[in-house]
C-alpha cells in the first residue's frame, strides 16, 4: 500500500483537494487490496477547514498527530496558499517532506513548498496566472510556464486546478502502469494526455500600462489596427524614436520585444475570434494580421502546441 496525505489549510481550493484524491480513490477500484492508496488528509487547525468556496472539510488528523513521512504528501493551492505564509505549517512541511518519498503541490500550492524552502533548485510550474508571481518570488526556481505538471526528482508540481488530476494520474501510471491510469481516466471522463499546455489558457499579451507614454500610444495603436503591417521601424516611427533606442525602450517597459508584443497580440485577437465566433480561419487570419492561415496555424503550434482548428473545438 502506498500512503498519500494532503494538506489542508484556511482558504485552500477545494477541488485542488478533491480532484487528485478522486483519481486514487477511483484507481483502489482497479488495484488488488494490497496495492491500495491510503489516502488522509492533515489539517494546520484543530476542526473544520474552510475551503474558498465556503464549503468546510473536517481533515482526518492534525499535522501534530500526523505520520513521519509518507509516499506522496500534497499541498493544494487557493488564496490561503499564495496570500498568508502559515508559519506552524511551513515548519511541519521542511520536517516532513524530506521524510516523505515524494511530495508535491496542486497549483498555487507551489508558493507553500517555497516558502518553506522547498522548491530551490528544482524544476516547477503553477497556474498559468500565477507564473510570474512565483518567478519573482523564489529566483533559485525554474518556473516552467506551459507545462501541465512537472516531475523533478522526488517533486511533482501541477498547474491550475484541474491540473492536479493530470499529475495524479501520472502517478498511477507510473505506479501501476498505463491501463489503470487510462480507466480512471475514463472513469473521471478526462484525457490522459491534453492537447497543448498552460498557454492556451493564458494570454500572450502584456497588459497596457494604464499611464500614457510613447510606448503605450505605439502598443494601443498596434491593438487598434492589428490587421495592418507593423515593422520595428514603423512602430518606432510612431513614438518618435530611432529604431534602435525604440526598441530598448520598450524591452525595458514592457518585459517583451516589440515583435514579441506584436506576435502576442495577434495570436490573442486570433484566440478570441476562435472562441467568440464562426468566422472562416481565413478572415480570422486577416483580421488578426497574420496574412495567412498557413502562418497562423504554424505561429498556434509554436506557441499554443494547438491548431487553431484544435483551439476552436476546445474552447467554442
Not at 509516499?71 to 517532506?97: F, S, T
Not at 508535491?104 to 500550492?109: E, F, K, L, P
Not at 497596457?208 to 495603436?221: G, S
Not at 486570433?270 to 472562416?280: F, G
Request: net charge neutral; proline share 5%.
Amino acid at each position: 500500500m502506498k500512503t498519500v496525505a494532503m494538506v489542508l489549510f484556511p482558504d485552500f481550493l477545494l477541488l485542488d483537494m478533491a480532484g487528485p484524491m478522486e483519481v486514487f480513490s477511483i484507481a483502489n477500484r482497479y488495484l488488488k487490496p494490497d496495492d491500495h492508496y491510503v489516502l488522509t488528509t492533515l489539517g494546520t487547525e484543530p476542526g473544520p477547514l474552510r475551503a474558498s468556496n465556503g464549503v468546510s472539510v473536517h481533515a482526518d488528523l492534525h499535522i501534530d498527530q500526523a505520520c513521519d513521512g509518507y509516499d506522496l504528501l500534497l499541498v493544494p493551492g487557493g488564496p490561503g496558499a499564495y496570500n498568508e505564509r502559515h508559519p506552524p505549517l511551513l515548519d511541519w512541511l521542511r520536517h516532513n517532506a524530506s521524510r516523505s518519498k515524494a511530495y508535491g503541490s496542486i497549483c498555487t500550492g507551489a508558493f507553500v513548498l517555497g516558502h518553506a524552502g522547498l522548491i530551490d533548485g528544482y524544476r516547477v510550474t503553477t497556474h498559468w496566472h500565477y507564473i510570474e508571481r512565483l518567478i519573482k518570488a523564489f529566483p533559485n526556481t525554474t518556473v516552467e510556464t506551459d507545462l501541465i505538471y512537472v516531475q523533478d526528482r522526488n517533486l511533482i508540481t501541477s498547474g491550475g486546478v484541474t491540473a492536479g488530476i493530470d499529475l495524479a494520474l501520472s502517478v498511477v501510471a507510473e505506479d501501476h502502469g498505463k491501463k489503470v491510469a487510462q480507466d480512471v481516466a475514463k472513469v473521471l471522463l478526462v484525457v490522459m494526455k491534453r492537447q497543448g499546455g498552460q498557454a492556451q489558457f493564458s494570454p500572450l499579451m502584456a497588459t497596457v500600462a494604464p499611464q500614457e507614454t510613447a510606448i503605450t500610444r505605439v502598443q494601443n495603436h498596434v491593438l487598434e489596427h492589428l490587421d495592418e503591417s507593423f515593422s520595428i521601424e514603423r512602430m518606432a516611427g510612431l513614438a518618435n524614436m530611432s529604431a534602435r533606442h525604440f526598441a530598448r525602450v520598450f524591452a525595458r517597459e514592457v518585459g517583451m520585444t516589440p515583435m514579441e508584443f506584436l506576435q502576442g497580440a495577434r495570436i490573442d485577437c486570433a484566440r478570441a475570434l476562435l472562441e467568440t465566433s464562426e468566422l472562416p480561419l481565413k478572415t480570422v487570419a486577416f483580421k488578426s494580421g497574420f496574412g495567412s492561415v498557413r502562418h497562423m496555424r504554424f505561429l498556434f503550434g509554436e506557441k499554443l502546441g494547438l491548431t487553431p482548428t484544435q483551439y476552436r473545438e476546445q474552447f467554442s
